[in-house]
């Protein structure tokens, strides 16, 4: 037995890497995001080939490319992730793929990194694409062996829903024999299929319901769903990481454990449902699943309004499975996070207080300013929106305290969505200007010190090419674009900028000092290897 055949103590982020190098996947492609980040990180290191995208929709795109050459892609990306690659998703559910596109939303119950706890089992129903969730690490070792085999005979998409338990949760895996393509990759030729004007587009739509339907019915049958015989007196219909607290909170209890959940095993359901005198269904946030048993006529218990908020755990389980609806026990409080001492993005928020300024801020880093010491971000929605935030502040508050709105963004971020944010701002700029502060400290800090576009450096720290922001910025039309090497020149930029009815750039360019020892040591191999 080779070693990498071995059982191995592995994360459900490490287990689907496995999985993927064993599928012999051609190309992961995604963008860093809690909890999917270790997903490409962990492929890389054991022999993938993986690489970032700027943003999610890039990635998605370019595993499209991939599968409709006949290569097998393997897409990771954090929930909110899906709502920036969507438009590629529903369309690629009608044209369908080569090749096998698994597509991971790693989703965020609890917000533990993200800005909001959207239940990306919607999206699977939006854009009707095949859904399989794991519950643990070898069922994310397994399912993605079947996402793979599921995608390649009906030739769609496959959404890999993960939550951050699942993903960040470790367990024994038992590896087995690789199931590398049996099909080389080649492109063939069929405008029909790829090419979505309205004329083929409403027939690839029929096609693709066609698929759904059979699917649906193969559905009826396949062991992904299993039963767990029990007391008939309660029974429990779950999916993912839910399956294990059940068992836990409800040990006795009858219990339908679903493995994928779009499109639904309905009659499989039914049919469990006339074995138990109760059926009640435990899942995490919405209730994605007790609406879809209602709709198809099987009453069923879904939870109260209070456990649709945050994890469950044994403990609410168990709750909900006697009704209880007592105020919960709140947790500890914990640490506030802060910017790391020393952070170059500390003086910027420091200098910007001290102008009173409206900061339309971004995701990343520089997010927490929003708490003490500095309480100086305003608004934060998603990535790249500081732009367009600021510029729509900008258009409508009185000319005083319009001149106060500025544009905050990290390098990463930049490089993600903050292109168009730019192309905004010189195609529509408003009468006061507007001044926009890239911090560009040289990684993506946030989720882990991964590389972007901006850094110059592949996933795998090797030299590729660079976007340079300001080039960039300048050719696209921003008159007063500003580069600061040391934070202490950047007070009087800032406030030459803000006095200014002109549309201003600023880039504080100062190395992350937490990612400084890693980025020395990459640029001294880069340099030796030179020589």
């Known amino acids: ?15 689907v890497a496995l999985a993927a190098l064993h599928l012999g996947v051609s190309l992961g492609v995604g963008y860093p995001g809690t909890p999917s980040t270790e997903i490409l990180e962990n492929f890389s290191l054991i022999g993938g ?39 590629p998703l ?46 643990d690490a070898q069922e994310s070792y397994d399912f993605l062996f079947e996402a793979f085999r599921l995608s390649e005979k009906w030739q769609l998409p496959v959404l890999f829903r993960m939550t951050t338990r699942v993903c ?53 049958s396949a062991d992904l769903n299993r039963i767990y015989e029990g007391d008939p007196s309660l029974g429990i219909v779950t999916s993912g990481v839910s399956f294990l607290h059940t068992r836990e909170a409800a040990p006795e ?81 914990g ?11 500390r003086m910027a928020f420091a200098v910007m207080k001290k102008f009173s300024c409206i900061i339309a801020g971004d995701i990343g880093c520089y997010t927490l300013s929003v708490l003490p010491p500095f309480e100086t971000l305003d608004t934060c929605v998603c990535m790249g929106a500081s732009l367009g935030v600021g510029l729509g502040l900008r258009h409508t508050l009185p000319a005083e305290e319009a001149r106060r709105v500025v544009s905050v963004i990290g390098d990463s971020t930049f490089a993600h969505s903050g292109l168009t944010g730019v192309v905004e701002m010189v195609y529509n700029p408003p009468e006061t200007g507007h001044v926009l502060v890239i911090l560009d400290n040289g990684t993506t800090a946030m989720t882990g010190m991964q590389e972007h576009p901006g850094t110059g450096r592949s996933m795998d720290h090797q030299q590729t090419g660079k976007l340079v922001f300001e080039n960039v910025i300048r050719s696209m039309g921003v008159p007063n674009v500003h580069v600061v090497n040391r934070p202490q020149d950047f007070e009087a930029v800032f406030r030459e900028s803000l006095a200014k009815n002109e549309l201003s750039v600023i880039i504080l360019r100062k190395v992350c000092f937490l990612a400084e020892p890693k980025l020395a040591q990459y640029e001294a191999a880069t340099r030796s290897s030179k020589d």
């Open 253 to 333: 209890a009858s219990v339908l454990k679903l493995g994928m959940t779009y499109p639904l095993p309905i009659e499989k359901i039914r049919a469990f449902a006339k074995t138990v005198d109760r059926l009640l269904v435990i899942e995490e946030n919405d209730p994605y699943l007790v609406e879809a048993l209602r709709t198809a006529g099987i009453p069923c218990e879904g939870k109260a309004e209070m456990y649709r908020f945050g994890e469950l755990n044994i403990t609410r389980v168990k709750r909900i499975v006697t009704g209880d609806l007592t105020d919960e026990t709140p947790p500890p409080p």
């Open 90 to 135: 529903f369309t690629v559910a009608y044209t369908g793929v080569r090749g096998g596109l698994v597509l991971v939303s790693a989703d965020d119950p609890g917000m533990g990194s993200s800005q909001n706890e959207q239940d990306n089992r919607r999206f699977a129903v939006a854009a009707s694409v095949m859904m399989l969730e794991p519950s």
């Open 168 to 220: 960040h949760s470790r367990g024994i895996v038992r590896p087995h024999a690789p199931a590398i393509p049996d099909m080389d990759p080649g492109f063939v030729r069929d405008p029909r299929a790829y090419v979505m004007i309205p004329g083929y587009a409403r027939l690839a739509h029929k096609r693709m319901r066609h698929k759904m339907n059979e699917i649906q019915q193969w559905n009826e």
């Open 1 to 15: 037995m080779t070693k990498d055949l071995e059982p191995q103590l592995l994360s459900g982020n490490q287990a």
């Open 49 to 87: 080939r993986a690489q970032w995208s700027p943003n999610e929709k890039v990635a998605l795109e370019v595993g499209i490319g991939v599968a409709y050459g006949g290569g097998r892609t393997l897409v990771t990306m954090k929930h909110v992730g899906v709502n920036v690659a969507a438009d």
């Open 335 to 345: 640490k506030p996070p802060q910017l790391c001492q020393g952070c170059p993005h």
